[in-house]
T-cell receptor, first 109, second 112 residues
Framework: DAKTTQPTSMDCAEGRAANLPCNHSTISGNEYVYWYRQIHSQGPQYIIH???NNETNEMASLIITEDRKSSTLILPHATLRDTAVYYC??????????FGTGTSLTVIP | SQTIHQWPATLVQPVGSPLSLECTVE??????LYWYRQAAGRGLQLLFY??????ISSEVPQNLSASRPQDRQFILSSKKLLLSDSGFYLCAWSVKGPSGAFFGQGTRLTVV
């Protein structure tokens, strides 16, 4: 079962940064945090993952708090195509990815 | 580069009929493979995962089964479909260790 909590929905103005929070207060030392997004009627798309250091790639930045109990996914300049459901997952070295209900992000023109 | 193929994209089947959905991965070896289901308006439910040929772990009891006859082939099956089997079925793969999982485009199954 998913062990993360996220807000159900968020809005963001086009061109502004979208900051999506995730609480993973029960995360253990060897568990990574993963972020995915799912655009309607498509398969989920991997965005980024991290253990304890902040991470950045071409899609987004991931900020993990020092105690690792929460993280924030940052889309620096949101576009209309970023409208999707965003999932935060914590996963140990095992094989299972458990998805919660995610955050439905709407980018507003 | 790695690619994942999943077919068909849509499927309408009568209740009681059998099901076979196939997923293949290219460009990697010995991947972890996954089957997920997403009911309308709901989140993704992990159904099965496999760490190697013939090794299948089931996450929930259900009317479905999975098989992995080859390293990069993962098959989802049912002998007799139920109405409740309708949903969006997604196959995914990952390498061993702390990496993300990559999803296919899914099969939308409607049981009538």
């Amino acid at each position: 079962d998913a062990k993360t909590t996220q807000p159900t929905s968020m809005d963001c103005a086009e061109g502004r940064a979208a900051n999506l929070p995730c609480n993973h207060s029960t995360i253990s030392g060897n568990e990574y945090v993963y972020w995915y997004r799912q655009i309607h009627s498509q398969g989920p798309q991997y965005i980024i993952h991290g253990l304890k250091n902040n991470e950045t790639n071409e899609m987004a930045s991931l900020i993990i708090t020092e105690d690792r109990k929460s993280s924030t996914l940052i889309l620096p300049h949101a576009t209309l195509r970023d409208t999707a459901v965003y999932y935060c997952i914590d996963k140990n070295t095992g094989n299972q990815f458990y998805f919660g209900t995610g955050t439905s992000l709407t980018v507003i023109p | 580069s790695q690619t994942i193929h999943q077919w068909p994209a849509t499927l309408v089947q009568p209740v009681g009929s059998p099901l076979s959905l196939e997923c293949t991965v290219e460009g990697t070896s010995n991947p972890n493979l996954y089957w997920y289901r997403q009911a309308a308006g709901r989140g993704l439910q992990l159904l099965f995962y496999s760490v190697g040929i013939g090794q299948i772990s089931s996450e929930v009891p259900q009317n479905l089964s999975a098989s992995r006859p080859q390293d990069r082939q993962f098959i989802l099956s049912s002998k007799k479909l139920l109405l409740s089997d309708s949903g969006f079925y997604l196959c995914a793969w990952s390498v061993k260790g702390p990496s993300g999982a990559f999803f296919g485009q899914g099969t939308r199954l409607t049981v009538v």
